[in-house]
């Protein structure tokens, strides 16, 4: 099935390029290896997604890279009609190290510019792919506006070489936000954010809006395939909400469906990964029709548990107290 493009709002952002209202996220976590992620994306190229969430740590974007580069062989799609998100990892924070990535994301990706780059993580924290969550960096440091910043001036130089159309930031918290926005020479287009009913994020969700940058919601479904190290017996599953099953058993369709139309009707835009084609395929289609009512919106609203899934314990530095630190 293929839905029609005209069908697909897009959000215009602050330096004029618009970005569609809803990608694919292409995080396999531990259970898709890179050829099903990358297959993934050529059938949601096929149904009509245009918008895809890479970034250099997923491990995939050689992959997807080829699928691209068969879609555009095939006719499918132009480049000009795809907008490709990608992030620079926290390893490689450092003076040139940002051009050095966002070139080897290219490379992979095979592609001439980037629609938007993001800093994936405001420390330059890193730990080795698949670690407990109880491991630790000893070079791990707390959050630094000046670093932060050095690294955002080497964003900015990518937006000026033409390496990519737009920058963003991601996991900010509003009082990073506040300390760095003013010191931006080219403002954030987009924010990505943890965003899923049972964690709504409220208070920077409306501050990303206020100033005028894109929320796009991360793990939008609640990211029932997390890895098991990444779940804590506190956390909600969104998909057993009752005001999501409420509204998911009045129109017979899946919980999951309910999440994205309540992001997208939220404001912001959703980017949900999935590799199996019904799922996919009706992901992309449920952000165009049956909306929902004013009254549901209102309950799901209520619904929110301030559950973060995403925590982030192994970026956090020595004499940190607990991950609670890495959101203040
Ligand atoms: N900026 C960041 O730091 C950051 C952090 C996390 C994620 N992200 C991005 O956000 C994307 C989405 O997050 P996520 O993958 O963690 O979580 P998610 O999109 O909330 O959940 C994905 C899972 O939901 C299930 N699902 C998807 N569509 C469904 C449907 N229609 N019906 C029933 N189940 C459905 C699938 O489970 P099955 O696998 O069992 O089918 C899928 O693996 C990532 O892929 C990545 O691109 C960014």
Same mark, same amino acid.
């Given at each position: ?26 995080f ?6 890179a050829?099903?992620?990358a ?6 190229? *096929? ?44 390893? =490689? ?8 990535s966002?070139? *080897?994301?290219l *490379? ?12 994936h993580?405001?420390v ?30 080497? =964003? ?19 009082? *990073? ?42 793990c ?109």
């Amino acid at each position: 099935m293929t839905i029609d493009q005209r069908k697909i709002e897009k959000k215009v952002l602050n330096n004029g390029y618009a970005m569609p209202s809803i990608g694919m996220g292409t995080f396999g976590s531990d259970k898709y290896n890179a050829d099903t992620v990358a297959a993934a994306v050529y059938g949601a190229i *096929k149904c009509g997604y245009r918008m895809f969430d890479c970034a250099s740590v997923y491990g995939n974007e050689a992959e997807i890279g080829k699928v691209f580069r068969r879609a555009f062989e095939e006719g499918l799609v132009k480049r000009e009609d795809l907008y490709i998100v990608s992030k620079v990892w926290n390893d =490689m924070h450092g003076d040139g190290d940002v051009l050095l990535s966002c070139a *080897k994301t290219l *490379k992979d990706l095979g592609l001439g510019y980037l629609d938007m780059y993001y800093i994936h993580w405001p420390v330059p924290n890193f730990h080795p792919p698949r670690c407990d969550v109880s491991s630790r960096s000893k070079d791990a440091v707390p959050f630094s506006v000046d670093r932060y910043m050095a690294t955002w001036r080497q =964003m900015e130089r990518l937006v000026d070489a033409g390496l990519t159309r737009s920058i963003g930031m991601s996991n900010m918290t509003v009082s *990073k936000l506040e300390a760095v926005l003013p010191l931006c020479r080219i403002v954030p287009a987009a924010l990505e954010l943890e965003l899923h009913p049972a964690f709504q994020q409220k208070e920077l969700f409306e501050y990303t809006l206020s100033k005028g940058i894109v929320p796009v919601g991360f793990c939008p479904i609640g990211s029932p395939s997390r890895p098991e190290r990444d779940k804590t017996p506190e956390d909600v599953a969104d998909c057993e909400l009752p005001s999501i099953v409420r509204a998911a058993e009045a129109r017979g369709i899946h919980p999951a469906l309910v999440c994205l139309k309540w992001a997208f009707q939220s404001g912001a835009v959703p980017i949900p990964f999935a590799v199996t084609e019904s799922k996919y395929v009706g992901n992309l289609k449920c952000i165009t029709e049956d909306f929902l009512t004013a009254e549901e919106m209102a309950e799901i609203a209520k619904d929110d548990k301030d559950c973060r899934l995403v925590k982030g314990q192994v970026f956090l530095w020595e004499g940190a107290e607990g991950w609670e630190e890495l959101w203040r």
